[in-house]
């Protein structure tokens, strides 16, 4: 279709949004020439028309009515960068219908809606991208379904939140306790007023759903993935790992089995000489293993203004290409099927414990016994003396079924020296 003008409506000017406003305007004559035509973003729907925006192209129109964006003949391209399920879902689905091409870089929608929409894109021969959703500026949406075609994916492994990973890096490098580390994540824009979702794993578990869903071809409900939260990592239990080895970091983990699919979110014990342990603060990354290219790293600025727009660009020159050239449906091949989750119960891990006992003779056999009436066989202990008679065990087991790790964990609470079992956590094993 030779048009002169691509128009693009915004559904949303905020971080992101006025990001992607910056780069079009700073690159328009890059962009322009890859795409063949002008790109020029006419209108952007806010919630507060009186709100300031420095920087705001004039030649953009601000309105409060979708309808003006998501019905406008003239608009080929609707950006939803404003987040939340409703009423993005219900806005894109209407873009959708009335023929648009979509760019989203909303993790939730896409996790929990993905593939309703995809489907409704490949209904009405358009097409919904949504690179910016997972990994921010990470480039890794298109590279698995694209350069990564040949391969069968085998395993993911990522750490796709930056809050968390801000905040354990904090705690790892200056000793920070865990509140002080989320207030300063807090105070630099890394973490929300209310972080739970970052904190309890859920933000990394939707972004999960839709890598596990891309690379293992099923359709994921991202509430069968199971969560652990980093609110119990204490500044002791990221020093015994730095003793054992280790840093802490909340990894996103999926991988196929003859089972089924295994899928989770929990903090781990990584070896220090895991590429994923140096991945610190704000940064994100993703290893992959494919059955022929082997490993993979890919490693970048998970947020942020600038960095998450730089997908969204991306995403909007490729409709613009798509549309260009009239390939009509640029969505990938929707995984129609669920594969089966593997309860984490059938699972295998190495464990890390970390509990107070008596300081007092016989203490740690009563442990070891417990343990090895599970099968459940030691790696690493360390023991110290703690204050008021007591003493501190850190032990990390080899690889187990979780069930039976659980069982010795039960019997070891009953043990009467026992104060309490201060953490558990899994270790990722050393290859
Ligand atoms: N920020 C990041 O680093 C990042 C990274 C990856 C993905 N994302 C995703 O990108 C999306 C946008 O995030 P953001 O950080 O740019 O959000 P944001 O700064 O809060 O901006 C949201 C924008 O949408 C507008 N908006 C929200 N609800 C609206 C409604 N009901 N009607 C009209 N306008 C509405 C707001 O209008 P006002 O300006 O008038 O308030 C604002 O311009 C989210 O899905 C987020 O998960 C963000």
Redo the contacts with the bound molecule.
């Keep these: 279709m030779n048009k002169s003008v691509m128009k693009v409506g915004l559904?949303?000017?905020?971080?992101?949004?006025?990001g992607t406003m910056q780069i079009i305007q700073t690159n328009q004559e890059e962009i322009s020439r890859k795409i063949g035509s002008e790109l020029r973003i006419t209108k952007?729907?806010?919630?507060?028309?009186g709100?300031e925006?420095p920087n705001l192209d004039p030649h953009i129109q601000l309105t409060?009515d979708?309808q003006a964006i998501i019905a406008d003949p003239e608009i080929d391209i609707v950006v939803?960068?404003?987040?939340?399920i409703e009423?993005?879902r219900s806005y894109i689905a209407a873009a959708l219908t009335n023929g648009k091409y979509v760019v989203?870089?909303?993790?939730?929608?896409m996790a929990t809606h993905g593939s309703e929409l995809l489907l409704l894109a490949q209904k009405q021969n358009r097409g919904i991208f949504y690179e910016?959703?997972v990994g921010?500026g990470i480039p890794l949406i298109r590279p698995i379904k694209r350069c990564l075609a040949a391969n069968k994916i085998l395993s993911i492994m990522g750490i796709i939140n930056g809050t968390t990973n801000y905040i354990l890096t904090q705690m790892t490098e200056a000793k920070k306790d865990f509140q002080d580390a989320l207030e300063e994540a807090q105070a630099k824009g890394f973490a929300e007023a209310d972080p739970s979702n970052d904190l309890e794993g859920r933000d990394a578990a939707y972004k999960l759903a839709i890598l596990a869903s891309l690379c293992f071809n099923s359709a994921v409900d991202v509430n069968q993935i199971a969560t652990e939260s980093i609110t119990e990592i204490s500044l002791r239990d990221i020093m015994y790992a730095e003793e054992l080895g280790f840093v802490i970091k909340l990894l996103a983990l999926g991988e196929e089995t003859p089972e089924g699919l295994l899928l989770r979110v929990h903090p781990t014990l990584v070896p220090k000489e895991h590429p994923l342990a140096s991945v610190s603060n704000e940064f994100n990354a993703l290893f992959l293993k494919g059955d022929a290219v082997g490993e993979l790293m890919f490693y970048g600025r998970?947020?942020?203004?600038l960095?998450?727009a730089s997908a969204v660009t991306a995403d909007i020159i490729e409709a613009a290409r798509c549309i260009k050239h009239q390939i009509e449906n640029g969505a990938a091949a929707i995984p129609q099927t669920a594969k089966p989750i593997v309860p984490m119960a059938e699972s295998r891990s190495c464990f890390y414990v970390r509990l107070k006992a008596k300081d007092q003779p016989g203490v740690f056999g009563s442990v070891a016994n417990a343990l090895g009436d599970e099968g459940v066989s030691l790696d690493l202990i360390i023991q110290k003396r703690r204050d008021f008679n007591l003493a501190e065990i850190v032990l990390v087991t080899h690889d187990v079924p979780e069930a039976n790790f659980y069982r010795a964990l039960d019997r070891i609470k009953q043990i009467d020296s026992i104060r309490n079992i201060s953490n558990v956590m899994r270790v990722l094993e050393r290859s």
Aim: proline residues 5%.
């Design positions: 559904l949303g000017l905020g971080t992101v949004g006025s952007a729907l806010v919630r507060d028309l709100k925006r409060t979708a939803e960068v404003m987040g939340g009423p993005a989203t870089a909303n993790k939730d929608l910016a959703s921010g998970g947020a942020g203004s960095p998450t």
